[in-house]
């Protein structure tokens, strides 16, 4: 509901394009430093208590939004966003690939990344009849993030509910304790646990696929909504436009146990970094007709889409359930790294040459980047044909 107006409402208070990427890559600092240790929280003291962790954080970001009036406030609000979202997320994949069963946690890390694009989907739409209800743009943004701040305190209330009920490690059965992690030799040791899962090449392949992936979702979705109001969009139709991403997202899991049946899950996963990456270049071209940029924001939603289930499908099976709280820390920590990246060069680079230039460029290289790491996999496949991941022989739908 609140994130692909951002940027808009930056936009609105005065900011310009590389100040909006400069924050935008706030959200990412805070995760470097937390990204871990979050890991090895949600590993000792349980997902759900790191949820309510998680949700004070998206609520105080969204309260910090509600009441900027400049830079400061906003700048803030990214912090508390990166926060809540590095927690949050660790803490939710965590509890969807819980299970010994391949097929079945396979399953539900499908199911859950539907129900995340669903997410996607709706909330744009759901902001775009609230700022469009209001008279002015500004009034409008801001209402949005009032509304969200109200949603996070009903899932507040929620994870009260459920911790409550949910069962929690036990004492005797962690390997390392809450008060131990935090601690500066804790956190330390959290890095080195965590970063020493890289040695294993499933989660080496699966790691720089999604940052890829992820460095093109973090410039597409935080620079395309400015991008569409620039050429004259208004306002709901730039909320139908991310919803169709994420509608498009959601109707891609329906189509991973036809595409799990016939191909590796890395093809799979460096296919649709490809098309991600062809969608950048070919914006600027379809930006002039509304018809045409819906259809290739439906494409890119679907390309994205895929890259969540399918990369933690091939990470956690090359890791025990006891350390996947680390793995998926792990891997949110690279996407940070790629949200850091992504929006201050892009925003840099826009500042420079244009939005539409840089679009065209950006994507240029990508392709670029994409083709390499897709050759570079098929020649360590052809190395090594034990390395790629099977499908399962009966793919859960």
Request: hydrophobic fraction near 55%.
């Amino acid at each position: 509901m609140a994130n692909p107006f951002f940027t808009l409402y930056a936009a609105e208070l005065g900011a310009s394009t590389f100040a909006i990427g400069a924050m935008v890559t706030l959200r990412a600092v805070l995760p470097i430093f937390i990204a871990l240790p979050s890991g090895q929280l949600i590993d000792s003291i349980g997902p759900v208590r790191m949820l309510q962790v998680g949700s004070v954080a998206l609520l105080a970001s969204m309260l910090c939004t509600v009441m900027a009036t400049g830079l400061v406030l906003l700048s803030l609000s990214q912090i508390f966003l990166g926060a809540a979202i590095i927690i949050m997320a660790s803490s939710f994949q965590v509890l969807v690939a819980r299970g010994a069963d391949r097929t079945a946690r396979n399953d539900a890390i499908k199911r859950y990344s539907m129900w995340m694009s669903a997410g996607g989907m709706v909330g744009p739409v759901l902001g775009g009849l609230i700022v469009s209800s209001m008279a002015g743009p500004l009034e409008g943004y801001r209402l949005a993030f009032v509304f969200s701040s109200v949603a996070t305190l009903v899932l507040m209330g929620g994870l009260a509910w459920l911790a409550r009920h949910y069962p929690h490690p036990k004492v005797d059965e962690i390997e390392v304790r809450a008060r131990d992690v935090l601690t500066l030799g804790g956190v330390t040791q959290s890095y080195r646990s965590g970063i020493s899962l890289a040695s294993n090449r499933a989660v080496q392949f699966g790691l720089t696929a999604t940052f890829l992936i992820m460095y093109i979702q973090s410039l597409y979705i935080s620079f395309l909504p400015l991008y569409l109001s620039e050429n004259g969009y208004v306002t709901m139709l730039i909320s139908v436009a991310i919803a169709l991403k994420g509608l498009a997202g959601m109707l891609a899991r329906f189509l991973l146990g036809f595409l799990m049946a016939r191909f590796a899950l890395e093809t799979i996963l460096t296919t649709a970094g490809m098309i991600a990456a062809v969608c950048v270049v070919l914006t600027p071209l379809a930006v002039q007709d509304p018809i045409a940029m819906m259809a290739l924001v439906a494409l890119m939603g679907a390309a994205v889409g895929v890259n969540l289930p399918v990369s933690i499908m091939i990470m956690v099976d090359a890791i025990g359930e006891g350390q996947r709280g680390k793995l998926m820390g792990l891997r949110l920590l690279v996407n940070r790294f790629a949200q850091i990246l992504s929006p201050v060069m892009f925003g840099l680079l826009g500042q420079l040459v244009g939005l539409g230039a840089a679009f065209l460029s950006g994507g240029v290289l990508l392709v670029g980047v994409l083709a390499g790491f897709a050759a570079h996999v098929r020649r360590g496949a052809a190395r090594d044909a034990t390395w790629r991941t099977p499908a399962p022989k009966e793919p859960a739908e």
